[in-house]
T-cell receptor, first 116, second 116 residues
Framework: AQSVSQHNHHVILSEAASLELGCNYSYGGTVNLFWYVQYPGQHLQLLLKYFSGDPLVKGIKGFEAEFIKSKFSFNLRKPSVQWSDTAEYFCAVNAYSGAGSYQLTFGKGTKLSVIP | EAGVAQSPRYKIIEKRQSVAFWCNPISGHATLYWYQQILGQGPKLLIQFQNNGVVDDSQLPKDRFSAERLKGVDSTLKIQPAKLEDSAVYLC??????????????FGDGTRLSIL
């Protein structure tokens, strides 16, 4: 079974600082990778996804993530954060679990607080 | 497009009571998922439907949890009897299909369940 590890539980940054959130997964086969975001009081929303091709993917609101297959990593980055980026960020891996189904496995999440 | 609808938003019950949650997915989405999110953790898949058939229920505690999606549209998740450790947010998600695991899932607002 696959597992996902997010390195930081809570990150506090000042506005305009750069952001990098770590995500590592364990699974030996082909994976589909996602970052979801949950803003305060809102539902989980897709931030970006990687299936194949260019390992550097761009998402909404200036976020990007890089898939490094050799390191089993899919780290999320943003060059300059804003107060509105305050949210909880979840890394997730979708992998084949057998019997014709795929299972989405989430990390524990990283809470980002941006100080104005 | 309308999002995934869930009700109720909050529920408080005593242990050993029963409770039911309802979900209406995005129109046209064949695949429906129920997740359990315990405080401080990422969502964990409980059950996955493709139309009205169960695709994966390997992580569903079947002695107390049940779910159905009779007409392939909306779904209910039931807990009977509830235990203290069932306190969590129950999330419903839907996707157009499974594809090759590359279909993003769309999440509802969730039902926050508190067991006294």
């Amino acid at each position: 079974a696959q597992s996902v590890s997010q390195h930081n539980h809570h990150v506090i940054l000042s506005e305009a600082a750069s952001l990098e959130l770590g995500c590592n997964y364990s699974y030996g086969g082909t994976v589909n990778l996602f970052w979801y975001v949950q803003y305060p009081g809102q539902h989980l929303q897709l931030l970006l996804k990687y299936f194949s091709g260019d390992p550097l993917v761009k998402g909404i609101k200036g976020f990007e993530a890089e898939f490094i297959k050799s390191k089993f990593s899919f780290n999320l980055r943003k060059p300059s954060v804003q107060w509105s980026d305050t949210a909880e960020y979840f890394c997730a891996v979708n992998a084949y679990s057998g019997a014709g189904s795929y299972q989405l496995t989430f990390g524990k999440g990283t809470k980002l607080s941006v100080i104005p | 497009e309308a999002g995934v609808a869930q009700s109720p938003r909050y529920k408080i019950i005593e242990k050993r009571q029963s409770v039911a949650f309802w979900c209406n997915p995005i129109s046209g989405h064949a695949t429906l998922y129920w997740y359990q999110q315990i405080l401080g953790q990422g969502p964990k898949l409980l059950i996955q439907f493709q139309n009205n058939g169960v695709v994966d229920d390997s992580q569903l505690p079947k002695d107390r949890f049940s779910a159905e999606r009779l007409k392939g549209v909306d779904s209910t998740l039931k807990i009977q009897p509830a235990k203290l450790e069932d306190s969590a947010v129950y999330l419903c998600a839907s996707s157009y299909g499974q594809g090759r695991g590359n279909q993003p899932q769309h999440f509802g607002d969730g039902t926050r369940l508190s067991i006294l």
